[in-house]
DNA sequence: TTGAAAGCGATACCAG
DNA sequence: CTGGTATCGCTTTCAA
């Protein structure tokens, strides 16, 4: 079969501990002795057995991500950011840890599957990004899993999503309210009234909390509750586009539209565009998340800056043991970056003229 | 500690052998001990410990992917399709494998560290992703460890990305010389006789063959080797930001720009609004890889369509070992979509006035 | 600083 | 169809 820690040994004239505290650097050796093991081991071309090691340790170099959809850019920035720290340094055997990441697709069951598969494997930390299901059933369910989990010597992080009492795991929330918030006071300020509203999937934190930061503002300037005004819809460019089509059907004399992220936002633009209305000016589109190429789709855009790579390294480095106490939580504070004016309010009819 | 598979065992009163012959589902087992044995797991809460059966059997639950960058949804489309197959279905004990995803940037050195890093994780199979470094001593490294770790039973599957010649590893190579040219040919009939080139990196597979194409099409207009018109640029929005600004100062009188991937083209769109040309109509942008939002970045998109949910879909399945023979090579084809018109080619002084 | 040896928890072969 | 058990490769006390 294939080289053994065992045939290093043999070759190095050690004993296999000796090898083992080589490769793991977690014991003093002597100068020679270690010169002599990493020789053996690089003659061999000697690949340590992931399995045994996770199995006598009690612990993997697993770290595992949970995010709603690999193929969205939020979530990949903050995937991207927590493993650009976890395998920077540290782990066992001198090694980098792998991240495992697993899509949900928001799917509360999934959630928990993937949860236990982590487990099985003996996962060193975990990471749950994106919002939560509001189900208290659920929530509660995820909760239990996160303990067992922890008990296990998993530590859990929560990124973008509230905390989990009862646990100690670690929350870095964002502050999607305040951020939704100034986002309709921006087009607000610019004049606009009538504000059609892509509210995510129902059920979920963000999507709660966003619109509760919507309405407060609408609300500080006198005006009616939105709900009429405002649709549901999954965080995905395609349902943003028939949502905003519903938007427009329903209510023909919106200015504006906000979008709870951006790839409802997208979404709208599309069908703005396809409806005949011109995106910048004619009606403004503002997204949420400020994704890289979000500006270049929305031209006139208005975003709420989420920190995500700073909130995903710092899980990460949370995730490796390096920060924060047990069931700490650090919010992560959003920024209201103008990309763009948006623009004076036009009439429609005018414009499309 | 934690409950192990013989707690079970003792509680359903058969012997370790039996609850992992149900756990597994590869033996027959009679009904009622089958019963037994499950009703057991859960009244214990039992999770099987993956370290350890995968030290047993020799074998994880594993996929590693290797992608450039987790947060370029090019790459987030082939990971999220690999995982909706190997989540699917199969895998040992009854459950899901997991997806390692692992972000190379680009970069050589870290590929080799990760495919030693699944090796000592015994990968059930690897998908690599992505241009390849076209250095012949890098390409063999990789052939070597790919060599390696088809040795130890991980399955290698090249995903988007040449056959790796001298091992087992099965190809879905990307007809990217096709692309390319009917990309640039579209430009050319639309009258277009000057059209800057965002290249990739130098030294990748993707980079060398797009500009191939490029350039087989303007040698079949008779039109000069476009060198001079062309920028080498990392597949990234600020490189292609950069590029373009470069080109333009270059060479002031492009009537078009085409990029290598939709990154690039998204960079072009920003760094012609910032210079002060409309998008649509004065200088044309054409990206590559079809991506769902970059229609809506560049309203006038000609685009090749690569299936790249198809095309990972198919790496998953053939990972796990349920579709193709070892060393075949099967090209997934480029389709062109030309998602809106270009439009005519304009003067840019009267555009611009 | 190093070695010997007892597990870690499941798998799969060999019997029955 | 089920049970006993050697084995997988490494980690980690305990001694020396």
Not at 16 to 45: C, F, H, I, K, Q
Not at 87 to 101: D, Q
Not at 283 to 311: K, R
């Amino acid at each position: 079969m294939s080289v053994t820690l065992a045939d290093v040994a043999a070759r190095a004239q050690v004993s296999p501990a000796t090898v083992s505290r080589v490769l793991n650097g977690n014991y003093p050796v002597a100068g020679p002795t270690r010169e002599r093991v990493l020789r053996a081991v690089a003659d061999l071309d000697y690949v340590l057995n992931g399995p045994a090691s996770a199995l006598a340790a009690a612990t993997s170099d697993l770290v595992g991500i949970l995010v709603a959809d690999i193929a969205d850019p939020f979530f990949g920035m903050i995937a991207a950011a927590v493993q650009s720290q976890i395998g920077a340094s540290g782990g066992r055997a001198g090694g980098e840890r792998l991240a495992v990441v697993c899509a949900t697709g928001g799917a509360h069951e999934r959630e928990l599957t993937y949860l236990t598969l982590l487990q099985r494997q003996r996962a060193a930390a975990v990471v749950l990004t994106g919002s939560a299901d509001e189900n208290p059933e659920h929530t509660e369910a995820v909760a239990a899993k996160v303990r067992r989990l922890e008990e296990s010597g998993t530590r859990v992080v929560l990124c973008g999503r509230p905390p989990l009492t009862g646990t100690e795991s670690t929350a870095l929330p964002f502050d999607n309210r305040a951020g939704s918030r100034l986002l309709a006071e921006h087009l607000l300020a610019l004049g606009h009234r009538r504000i059609g509203y892509l509210a995510g999937p129902e059920g979920r934190t963000t999507t709660r909390h966003r619109l509760e930061g919507h309405r407060e503002a609408l609300a500080a300037y006198g005006l009616p509750d939105p709900e009429p005004l405002s649709v549901h819809a999954l965080y995905e460019r395609g349902a943003g586009y028939t949502a905003t089509r519903e938007l427009l059907a329903r209510e023909p004399d919106l200015t504006a539209v906000a979008a709870a992220n951006d790839s409802l936002a997208l979404g709208a633009c599309a069908a703005l565009r396809d409806a005949g209305l011109a995106v910048p000016g004619d009606v403004s589109v503002t997204g949420f998340d400020d994704l890289p190429f979000s500006a270049d789709a929305v031209p006139s855009l208005t975003t709420i800056h989420l920190p995500l790579t700073e909130a995903g390294a710092r899980a990460g480095r949370i995730a490796l043991g390096m920060e924060a106490r047990p069931g700490e939580v650090l919010p992560v504070e959003g920024t209201l970056t103008v990309r763009d004016s948006t623009g004076p309010v036009r009439e429609r009819a005018a414009a499309r003229g």
